[in-house]
């Protein structure tokens, strides 16, 4: 009787002689790479657009370029704080600094106000109304190097200091007395969400080393099987962070830091868990199997098909965000999809390799054994034999309930799933990147100085552009005149082209609020009328800033939503289809995750509201969510399923089938989901808004599905429909 390919894909990989190769090669790979191609770390950050070039207010950015441009480059706004308010001397300071900028440029240093040319009254007149503020600007090449940019604020810095005696960057509290001063604008985002990433990838590689270590211990208190985990996905990353390196060196890819972070967590928890699948089957075949290959190679083929289909859900799934149009969704896909693929390859590969080596050694001091070599061992300690306990008792008798009581099951489940879900449509979102960051980074300050100080609208102003066609009009007065705007500026003309007008609008409110959106959404129907009544057409007009950047941010994710999602259901669906052969079951697996991710998103809500104090939630945790949410949970599914399927084909009844398959998969599922979420919930430590949703909202989801949806819910479907669960499989026609 020939061997199954599985079991024969163990013997090569978990081979006598072939494990070396396999574990040296490996190895070998991840040292060769990493002498050859940068870590993906290394690379510089991508700091482009993520909208597409064909939306309004990226149109409107294009000719504000070309036709309006100063050509002063990116700014640096130094925003100047005083409680008592700003004095003769303080401004003269500012003037001392801006002369010496102006006679040593900074390094890519492009432009600076003559400040230092003007009166001191005159400057004065740049104050804010209460005089406590103000605002002054350096410009330096819109590619300057973001570590350039850290050289020149240390520079800055030296110079303030040199001329006022103090450093006012650094100073603890602006309610302080003295002067004080904060990076902010656009270099000093850039610069400032650099920082943030680079101490969250330290950050998150240990704690998510750490709390693996942590659960593992915890669950299986064998020191050796909770490091192999952690070592094969660390070999694995080690070979996949440089040939990210490499592509976004070569420009295949646009390097993110943020997708780089939540990759690693992602890596870490998936390739534990998938570790876990493996060892738990092998753990259980030295059970039956004295010899520590025959039951390792059994191990695989009872384990690498679940472990290859929920990797290839969660390579589709990811992927899958490679058709959005928002750029940083986008940036997500290749990362996290060439990541998951790699690490699963390694589960397969070098994960059978190590557990060769190490044979039963791996689980000490539990070490797994016959019955026979139980018996051995304990002769050879002069003490009684003792019967092992019976495996999975706890998850046996959860999967007798849940086929006992399936309706009971299904109607309690559902009303909690269902009520959470409710509570996800009262989430109010925020487009704003800067309210991400923590209140006491410095460019958040700044703005918020900015914002304290001078009108609302100030902040962003909008920017209309009109295309005249060669008409002599002037729309400032009606603008001024909409009931939302404060204050329209002297109208500007094209460079190039006479026929354009720019024309900056304050609102009379926070740009970056939700409200200024609405607002700017009833200016473009407001400007389609004043159009009319010049004469001019709907299409003679383009609204850019920050607020219409906003709302085609909104649009444009949107979007991706209604095309990404949809499709990614249809995909993983049909891959369940392929994989099961039953239309019923794969469906219902799709609801129950579907379901399951609307109720973490309300779950997820309702704690940040409540506990964390969050006004709203970013608006690209949705899409991020559900991706890893469906993908995610799905596998758990697969590897639950498939011993449910197995013990049908061996002969066991309907529902002996399903709490077995429950009992079996029960344990490693529960402490798979634990340690994912937990993977997940590190997200949450760090001091980035974003990253604290989308951890908290993931890891919410893993723990629904780990202890609601999987446990419970799954089972009792399947119970409940009976036959109609297998079909059209060859299970359906079997009694």
């Known amino acids: 009787m020939s061997k199954h390919p599985l079991e024969r894909w163990g013997e090569m990989m978990g081979g006598k002689k072939s494990r070396w190769v396999v574990l040296a090669l490996w190895v070998a790979f991840a040292v060769i790479l990493a002498t050859v191609f940068p870590q993906v770390n290394n690379v510089e950050n991508y700091s482009g657009a993520d909208l597409p070039e064909d939306v309004m207010s990226m149109k409107a950015n294009a000719i504000i370029d070309e036709e309006f441009s100063s050509d002063a480059g990116l700014p640096l706004l130094i925003v100047w704080y005083k409680e008592a308010g700003l004095d003769r001397t303080d401004l003269q300071?500012?003037?001392?600094?801006?002369a010496q900028l102006n006679d040593k440029p900074l390094v890519d240093q492009q432009l600076v106000p003559p400040y230092h040319q003007m009166p001191t009254e005159a400057l004065m007149g740049s104050l804010s109304e209460n005089g406590q503020s103000i605002v002054t600007p350096i410009f330096f090449a819109a590619d300057v190097d973001t570590d350039i940019l850290k050289e020149n604020y240390d520079e800055i810095r030296r110079i303030t200091e040199e001329i006022t005696g103090v450093n006012p960057y650094d100073t603890d509290s602006l309610a302080e007395d003295g002067l004080h001063a904060r990076f902010s604008g656009p270099a000093g985002i850039v610069v400032d969400a650099?920082?943030?990433?680079?101490?969250?990838?330290?950050?998150?590689?240990?704690?998510?080393?750490?709390?693996?270590?942590?659960?593992?211990?915890?669950?299986?208190?064998?020191?050796?099987?909770?490091?192999?985990?952690?070592?094969?996905?660390?070999?694995?990353?080690?070979?996949?962070?440089?040939?990210?390196?490499?592509?976004?060196?070569?420009?295949?890819?646009?390097?993110?830091?943020?997708?780089?972070?939540?990759?690693?967590?992602?890596?870490?928890?998936?390739?534990?868990?998938?570790?876990?699948?493996?060892?738990t089957k092998y753990r259980d075949m030295l059970l039956e199997e004295e010899n520590k290959f025959l039951a390792l190679a059994k191990a695989v083929r009872e384990s690498t098909g679940a472990i290859v289909m929920s990797g290839l859900t969660v390579v589709i799934g990811l992927a899958t965000l490679g058709l959005s149009d928002y750029g940083?969704?986008?940036?997500?896909?290749?990362?996290?999809?060439?990541?998951?693929?790699?690490?699963?390859?390694?589960?397969?590969?070098?994960?059978?390799?190590?557990?060769?080596?190490?044979?039963?050694?791996?689980?000490?001091?539990?070490?797994?054994?016959?019955?026979?070599?139980?018996?051995?061992?304990?002769?050879?300690?002069?003490?009684?034999?003792?019967?092992?306990?019976?495996?999975?008792?706890?998850?046996?008798?959860?999967?007798d309930f849940a086929t006992n009581n399936s309706w009971i099951v299904i109607l309690l489940t559902g009303a909690i799933l269902l009520g959470l879900a409710y509570a996800s449509t009262t989430i109010k979102y925020s487009y704003d990147l800067l309210s991400s960051f923590p209140e006491d980074l410095g460019s958040r300050e700044g703005f918020a100085l900015i914002e304290e100080n001078f009108s609302a609208g100030e902040l962003a102003p909008v920017k209309v552009i009109v295309d005249t066609e060669g008409k002599d009009i002037n729309i400032g007065e009606q603008l001024a005149a909409l009931p939302y705007v404060a204050l329209v500026d002297d109208v500007q003309i094209g460079q190039y082209n006479s026929n354009y007008q720019l024309y900056e609008v304050d609102l009379n409110k926070n740009p970056y609020s939700k409200e200024a959106m609405d607002d700017v959404q009833q200016m473009k129907e407001d400007l389609k009328s004043i159009m009319g009544d010049v004469a001019l057409g709907d299409a003679n007009f383009w609204i850019g800033g920050e607020t219409s950047t906003q709302i085609d941010t909104s649009d444009v994710q949107s979007r991706d939503e209604a095309v990404v999602e949809p499709i990614m259901i249809i995909i993983i669906f049909l891959v369940l289809l392929l994989y099961l052969r039953a239309f019923i079951t794969s469906l219902h697996l799709m609801v129950a995750v579907i379901v399951s991710f609307f109720a973490a998103l309300g779950a997820g809500w309702l704690i940040m509201t409540g506990v964390l104090g969050h006004e709203a939630m970013a608006s690209s945790i949705p899409l991020y969510s559900f991706v890893f949410i469906i993908a995610l949970g799905n596998d758990y599914n697969i590897f639950m399923i498939s011993d449910i399927w197995k013990n049908r084909k061996r002969g066991l009844g309907h529902t002996e089938a399903i709490a077995s398959g429950v009992a079996s998969t029960g344990a490693v599922i529960t402490s798979a989901g634990l340690i994912l979420a937990g993977t997940f919930t590190v997200l949450?430590?760090?001091?980035?808004?974003?990253?604290?949703?989308?951890?908290?909202?993931?890891?919410?989801?893993?723990?629904?599905?780990?202890?609601?949806?999987?446990?419970?819910?799954?089972?009792?479907?399947?119970?409940?429909?009976?036959?109609?669960?297998?079909?059209?499989?060859?299970l359906w026609r079997k009694e």
């Open 93 to 98: 300071h500012i003037q001392s600094l801006y």
């Open 194 to 279: 650099t920082k943030l990433f680079e101490s969250a990838d330290f950050q998150l590689m240990a704690a998510t080393v750490i709390i693996i270590l942590v659960i593992l211990l915890v669950i299986y208190r064998s020191p050796i099987l909770a490091v192999i985990p952690l070592v094969v996905v660390s070999i694995a990353y080690l070979v996949v962070s440089p040939i990210l390196g490499y592509m976004a060196e070569s420009g295949w890819i646009d390097k993110d830091a943020q997708a780089v972070s939540i990759m690693v967590v992602l890596l870490f928890g998936a390739g534990t868990d998938y570790c876990l699948f493996l060892i």
């Open 328 to 399: 940083a969704f986008q940036r997500f896909a290749v990362p996290f999809s060439l990541g998951v693929l790699l690490t699963g390859f390694a589960v397969i590969t070098l994960l059978p390799a190590v557990l060769a080596i190490l044979g039963r050694g791996a689980f000490w001091p539990f070490v797994p054994r016959t019955p026979d070599m139980a018996k051995a061992v304990a002769e050879q300690k002069k003490k009684p034999y003792k019967e092992p306990k019976q495996n999975h008792r706890f998850m046996r008798a959860v999967g």
């Open 684 to 730: 949450a430590t760090l001091p980035i808004q974003l990253l604290v949703q989308f951890g908290l909202v993931t890891a919410i989801g893993v723990l629904l599905d780990t202890f609601i949806v999987r446990p419970l819910l799954v089972p009792a479907l399947i119970t409940v429909f009976g036959r109609l669960s297998y079909w059209p499989g060859n």
